[in-house]
């Protein structure tokens, strides 16, 4: 463990005996990293389509105003082509009608 913190390290030697579910390593020090991994995708089925996405939460605010302080904006992006071309098809079709 990097910060030597023994409850930490407890912690981490806990979670590590549960073992390998679904397939997936859970072991970061064996696990190879990819830049992608720093955002998780979002799945969301909506019949028989599987919607990937995903989000960003932007936040404003500034010591001197409480007002800006509590607003968030969260916003939602097509994290595949196939979410992206599905929602362009079904805004396409609903400005139409």
Known sequence: ???GDPE???LHQELSSYGDQDGLVHDADTAESD???VALPIRLRHGRTELSFFNTI???GAAFDLTLDEIAVEAYFPADDATAEYLRA???VESVE
Do not use: E
Request: aromatic share 6%.
């Open 1 to 3: 463990m990097a910060t």
């Open 58 to 60: 932007t936040t404003f």
């Open 90 to 92: 079904g805004c396409a």
């Open 35 to 37: 830049p992608a991994d």
């Open 8 to 10: 930490l390290a407890a």
